[in-house]
């Protein structure tokens, strides 16, 4: 039997580094493009992609991990 949280370990911290890397790449863009806010939804912090930018980078990498490693 394979040790699983070895597994988990790994899996949690290519999550944590892509959560980073979404937290730093999404403002880069947002100047890049000149938006203050993503939205106004919620008020006094940016807007909603302000709020789940490390989301967007996270959310497909756990996808394809878990589907690649543990769906047969």
Known sequence: MENRSA???AISLVIVIMGFLGGLVMP???RSLGAKD???MISGHGGIMDR?????FAAPVF?????YFYVP
């Open 7 to 9: 597994h988990a370990a």
């Open 28 to 30: 880069a863009v947002k």
């Open 38 to 40: 993503w939205g106004s």
């Open 52 to 56: 789940l930018d490390s989301v967007c």
């Open 63 to 67: 996808f394809h991990l878990v589907h």
